[in-house]
């Protein structure tokens, strides 16, 4: 009996597990089949890794072959394992030696040709071999930057499936295409800083939102801007990642994984910059939560993961869209179910919205520019429901700007002053919360929050409370604005001030 195995990696989300592949040569009429719970694109490869093994000069057993993929019970899904299959009926024909693969994964796509493909996943992929002690990998060649953005791993990467095979001590005839050749590996950033271009200097006026961002920032607060079309609402937001702390270095490769999986990683690298989604608003659900047949896809949320998401012309996304976001906004994920199982994506980010104050965007001041009726403002509003603006901490009205600067006035503060003190702020709140695990105020618990306010302040939130300014959930955010205003101000406790201004900063909309 001539059994070939091979170690391949799949992946159900961000959860990585380990696949023995197993191939079969045995007597009968020819036929190849894959067993394991495939899906349609993995029972493809019968096609795809026989006309590659011939490619690269394999005779192809004219009997009978079983490839089984074991655990067989997880589902398996993508062409990642292409390599993985080829390898392990190669072991099994004596092609290569069959303890030659022992404690190696092998990954990749490969074509009719023999050339391998890159894969996507493959830095999640290579976090769960290092942490099972699984240090040897063959990848493709093109997916070999990725692979060094981690130490400890010996990666080979090769260009075609001879190569393979002569790696593992064999004969192959082949050729390498000149493509295949020619091509170059995407750059990626290495570990460390990378700097947004986009700076709040370039921002003419609006000193007050500003100063807004500032606090979401150093607080890790949600925040809505309403204002005329062209205040610059946009242009904030946009600038609002330049001024958040750098990402630590294990969030870093969360946020690498999640591109890495998404196949975007080649486009950002691995960087300290929060990562900044901004989904259109006839975003479908499914896009922006995570969806698909099978095994549910990452959606925008996830992407934005230990970020912004940025909701531009926030009342026109579907009310049923809005309101998938309310559960995400509390836990910081996300649970997908679908036909072949439940998949878990992180997904805490910072929400930003933006809105005109009507559907034609001119009711502001005096609104004799509106041409709205108000039925039709009130409908405009009614997707962002109670539940929705609760969740908020910061609702921002942006006026349109009065002037333009002159050449001689100075120029206005740069993202990376702002982001010294969001800096120095946020690390005060991180020092203070040191015990409980949480990294800023926007995270302190209800009960935290009433034990370590003074009483003086106390009464504030009871009496906003009283006249039904604020709801519960709406007292405690206040209060988490409260203790960033503190921590920004250098004061270790927030005043009777820092309470007022956390409540009229969150009920300006109501």
Same mark, same amino acid.
């Given at each position: ?12 989300? #961000? ?22 719970? =495939?899906?349609?694109? #993995? ?10 093994? @011939? ?9 009978? +072959?079983?490839?089984?993929?074991? =655990?067989?019970? /997880? =589902? *398996? ?28 994964? +092998? #990954? ?28 040897? /990998? ?16 010996? +990666? ?14 064999? @004969? ?37 939102? *500003? %100063?807004?961002? @500032? ?9 809505? /801007? ?61 896009? #922006? +939560? ?49 036909? *072949? ?53 910061? !609702? ?39 015990? !409980? ?10 009960? %935290? ?6 009483? *003086?302040? /106390? ?37 009777? !001030? ?13």
């Amino acid at each position: 009996m001539a059994i070939g195995s091979a170690l391949s990696v799949g992946l159900i989300g #961000l959860r990585a597990f380990v696949i023995q592949v197993q191939a079969f040569v045995s007597n009968g009429l020819p036929y190849f089949s894959i067993i394991g719970l =495939p899906d349609a694109s #993995l029972a493809e490869a019968r096609e795809r890794v026989r006309s590659a093994c @011939q490619a690269a000069g394999f005779s192809w057993p004219q009997t009978r +072959v079983t490839v089984n993929m074991s =655990p067989a019970a /997880m =589902p *398996k899904r993508g062409s990642s394992h292409d390599l993985a299959i080829a390898a392990s009926v190669l072991c099994a024909s004596g092609s290569i030696g069959h303890n030659s693969l022992e404690d190696t994964i +092998v #990954l990749g796509e490969v074509n009719l040709d023999g050339s391998v493909l890159p894969i996507h996943g493959l830095l999640p992929i290579m976090l769960h071999a290092q942490s099972h002690g699984i240090h040897k /990998m063959i990848i493709p060649y093109r997916n070999l930057e990725e692979s060094n953005m981690l130490d400890g791993l010996d +990666v080979i990467g090769i260009r075609h499936v001879g190569e393979l095979i002569e790696l593992m001590g064999g @004969q192959a005839s082949y050729t390498i295409a000149d493509t295949q050749l020619s091509d170059e590996n995407p750059e990626l950033s290495s570990c460390g800083k990378n700097i947004d271009a986009n700076d709040m200097a370039e921002v003419l006026g609006q000193d007050h939102a *500003k %100063w807004a961002l @500032q606090v979401a920032a150093a607080g890790g607060h949600n925040l809505i /801007m309403t204002g005329p079309p062209g205040a610059g609402k946009t242009m904030l937001a946009a600038r609002l990642p330049g001024i958040m702390c750098p990402l630590a270095e294990s969030e870093q490769l969360e946020v690498a994984s999640i591109r890495s999986l998404c196949g975007t990683l080649p486009q950002y690298g691995i960087t300290d910059l929060p990562p900044f989604e901004a989904p259109h608003h006839t975003a479908t659900t499914a896009a #922006l +939560v995570g969806g698909g047949s099978g095994i549910a896809t990452p959606g925008a949320i996830t992407r934005a993961h230990r970020g912004i998401l940025f909701l531009d012309e926030a009342p026109e996304f579907s009310a049923r869209s809005l309101q998938t976001l309310r559960e995400p906004l509390e836990s910081g994920y996300v649970s997908l179910s679908r036909s *072949k199982g439940s998949t878990y994506y992180p997904a805490s980010f910072q929400l930003v919205m933006a809105a005109n104050p009507c559907p034609c965007g001119y009711y502001y001041g005096t609104g004799e520019r509106c041409s709205c009726r108000e039925k039709d403002r009130i409908r405009y509003f009614s997707r962002l429901s109670g539940p929705i603006l609760d969740r908020i901490d910061i !609702q921002l009205s942006v006026p349109p700007v009065s002037r333009i600067a002159v050449a001689n006035e100075p120029p206005g503060e740069t993202s990376a002053a702002i982001r010294q003190r969001v800096a120095h702020a946020r690390n005060i709140a991180k020092d203070r919360f040191r015990k !409980q695990g949480w990294t800023c105020n926007a995270q302190a618990s209800g009960t %935290w929050l009433h034990a370590n306010t003074s009483l *003086k302040a /106390m009464e504030l939130v009871n009496q906003a409370l009283a006249s039904h300014r604020i709801t519960l959930r709406g007292a405690d955010r206040a209060m988490r604005l409260a203790w960033t205003f503190a921590d920004l101000a250098g004061r270790t406790a927030p005043s009777t !001030q820092d309470i007022h201004q956390g409540i009229e900063m969150r009920t300006r909309m109501t």
